[in-house]
Structures are given as structure tokens and as C-alpha cells.
């Protein structure tokens, strides 16, 4: 397609493979960079400028998300593309985090069974087409802090970096994690395949002390929890 200088590209108009509402259907939030989940905020760019430039440009001109958080309407305002309904939206999206940052523990989900961990994984990984493998970090009582998505495509003990599952709850300080992928057959049958890579995790947890309380695999309509099953735990 031909970029038309003279007005701002709306993100239908953007090529598939760069709409981030499409990337953030398909593959989840955690999946989407900031840049696109603010170009999904202001839905055009400027004169010459695609949505997903403006938004770059944005945050590098704001100092980050950071720096974009520290700024009131009339300053957002002077940063060129923005103007006062797209910088009301920004004010708006900072704010509703604030807010949900300022929750009390009580106030997030809490993790006590295999079932709330289905609710929690999977209205994002059952309906997609292809494997991911996503972390929910926990607290002490096993409230949920945050869900990042690890992998994308074959999740196995061949592909997975341990490291990489754990990484963020290291760098969080989280003492537990749950973690779930999906099977794009719609049958959340394990195989030898995930039991192993659940094996080696749930080794790497009890050496870095941050327990790994569950692994869920997610089908069509469909779950299994491989510690309710006693599949690559061991018994405690």
C-alpha cells in the first residue's frame, strides 16, 4: 500500500503485519510493545507520519512511559502530534494504571487452585492458533502481580530457556510463579514433551527458591494442571 502524505493513517489502513490490535488479539497485551499499545490509543498519526512512528516518536521524545507519566495534559499537548483528544486519552490510559497499581493486595486475584488459574490463563490462550507459553508472577499468598508471555511458538524443554521463564520474577523479586501454554489442537492431553519441560522448571525453581506452584496446558474449552496430576512434580 502507499503511505498518503496529508493525513493521518488510521491503523486499518496500516499494513496486517503492523496493526497492534491484531498483534494484541492474536498473541495477548503482554506480547505488544509500549509503542503499539500507545498507537492503538491514538488510533491515526500525523501529516506524513504512520500511527505506530507517531507513538515511537512520543515516547522518545516524553522520556518513556516514565517520563510520559510525570507530565500533565498542557505538556503532553506540546509534544507535536498530540493534541488535546489524543493527549487526553494518554492522561486517561496513565491514570487508569496508576490506579490499578495503587490496589490494595486484597483487590488482586488470588491463586489457590488449579481452577483459578484457568480463569486466569485461559479467556487468552484457548482461542489462539499457535503455542505460548505465559508466567504469572505471584506474592507470597500467591496473588497475582502481573502475567508476561514468555514464548511464542513450540513450547518444549527443546526450545524453552529456563532462564527465561524465571527471568522476570527474579528481576521482581516474586517468590512464585504458575505458568500455562496452549495446544492449538484443542486436546490439553500432556505429552512426553511437556511433562519434561515441566520437570526441568520444577528443578530450577526449588535452586532458585521461587516456587513453581502449577503448569497448566489449555485446549478448546479444555485444561489439565500436570501438579494435579502429579506430572513432572515431584511429591511433597
Known sequence: MEYVVGRGLTLKELPADERPREKMRLRGPGAVSNA???????????????VTALAQRILAEGGGLRGLRGQDHYALMG????????ASKVLAALELGRRIAALAPEDRQQVKTPEDLATLFTPFLAALDHEELRVALLDTK??????????????NAAQVRVAEV?????????????????????????SAADIALTAELAKASELLNIDLIDHLIVGDGRWISLRRMGLGFSSR
Not at 488510533?43 to 504512520?50: A, D, H, K, S, V
Not at 520474577?169 to 489442537?185: E, G, M, T, Y
Request: proline share 6%.
Open 36 to 50: 503499539e499499545l500507545l498507537a492503538i490509543l491514538l488510533n491515526t498519526g500525523t501529516q506524513g507520519e504512520t
Open 142 to 155: 500467591h496473588r497475582v502481580e502481573r502475567v508476561v508471555t514468555v514464548y511464542q511458538g513450540s513450547v
Open 166 to 190: 524465571f527471568k522476570e520474577a527474579v528481576r521482581a523479586n516474586c517468590p512464585a510463579i504458575a505458568i500455562a501454554h496452549n495446544h492449538p489442537s484443542g486436546d490439553p492431553t500432556p
Open 79 to 86: 509534544i507535536h502530534g498530540l493534541g488535546e483528544a489524543k
